[in-house]
């Protein structure tokens, strides 16, 4: 059933409910976490789903797991939709076809965009999970001013440009949002980013990485480096310090091969790693080097160190011939 109202996640499990109820129960929950469904299974009486979604700042995130069915949106499912949104599709586990403004074939990792304004059919062929992320039309529009570059397009997951993309919404979960690594609204930021630069890519007009976008680059790298222990600090901070776009901001990393949520996270841990084998620091307890360096979790900061050396930031700070381990100081 869904989670009360404290919890920042909502979660649906057909196990909740009697299974001549099963099959409503999973429509409503889709309503609620992505907008309204008409639903067939080939067998009622074994279907089973399980549906968890919430908020990462401008983007609504779910993840659903369960049977083989088929879902479908007609005018009357059209009809209750409220806003125009578009839903990022894709499966982590198990293929599907969809048929959007034509058939496709989808497999896992593979993306696509569909248009809440649209018909649409996705027959699901054997147990699957499945990452969705919700975004409003003018949200979308701030990254892809012609959402139709990429609208019932299936983008690969191993493409040049699509691999990117479904390497980062693979990542992405609603309990993410609830010990997120970074501020929400830069984690939203990476998959407008990876759109834009998806949707130039399959364009063939990338942003080239000219000696003034090198420049660029290397201005926000400098602004990054004082600034990455703002705990909160977005790439529309930045972006407003070098005077351009947050667009822009995410292209000239894009250009560089790289994102703007990696390099922030890089700088946190370039700053807390050289606290954390300094003996200046000494009397700082591991957590507070993490909150210093700009960490928003005490988990994720260890997990990002040890990433990086193969430690814990305990272990390196019990460490006493740090340089003669071969440690490396990012």
């Given amino acids: 059933m869904p989670s009360d109202k404290h919890d920042p996640i909502k979660r649906w499990s057909t196990a909740d409910v009697p299974q001549d109820k099963c099959l409503d129960y999973f429509v409503s929950a889709i309503d609620d976490a992505l907008y309204p469904i008409g639903l067939e299974s080939a067998d009622p009486r074994t279907f089973r789903a399980e549906v968890s979604s919430a908020e990462l700042g401008s983007i609504g995130i779910s993840k659903v797991t369960g049977s083989p069915h088929i879902n479908f949106r007609g005018k009357k499912e059209i009809a209750r939709t409220g806003d125009h949104r578009y839903i990022l599709l894709m499966m982590l586990r198990g293929p599907l076809n969809v048929d959007h403004r034509g058939p496709l074939r989808m497999s896992p990792r593979d993306v696509v965009i569909i ?185 994720h900061f260890a997990r990002v160190i040890r990433a990086r050396t193969g430690r814990t930031p305990l272990h390196l700070r019990r460490e006493t011939n740090f340089p003669a381990l071969g440690l490396r100081i990012l």
């Fill in 115 to 299: 248009d809440s304004q649209h018909p649409r059919r996705v027959e699901i062929e054997q147990s699957f999970v499945a990452v969705n992320l919700v975004v409003s039309d003018k949200w979308l529009r701030q990254w892809l001013p012609n959402p139709n570059l990429l609208v019932a397009r299936r983008i690969p997951g191993n493409s040049l440009w699509g691999l990117a993309l479904s390497s980062y919404v693979s990542e992405l979960s609603p309990d993410l949002v609830a010990a997120p690594p970074l501020p929400v609204s830069v984690l939203a930021d990476q998959v407008g980013s990876l759109l834009a630069v998806t949707a130039s890519g399959l364009q063939s007009t990338s942003f080239a990485y000219t000696p003034a976008v090198r420049s660029l680059y290397e201005r926000a790298q400098e602004c990054l480096a004082q600034r990455c222990t703002e705990v909160q600090l977005t790439a529309a901070d930045v972006a407003s310090s070098l005077d351009i776009s947050v667009r822009t901001l995410h292209r000239v990393y894009a250009a560089a091969g790289e994102t703007f949520g990696e390099k922030l996270i890089e700088a946190k841990a370039h700053v807390a790693l050289r606290m954390l084998t300094s003996s200046l620091f000494n009397r700082v307890t591991t957590t507070e080097i993490g909150r210093r360096a700009g960490f928003l979790s005490a988990s």
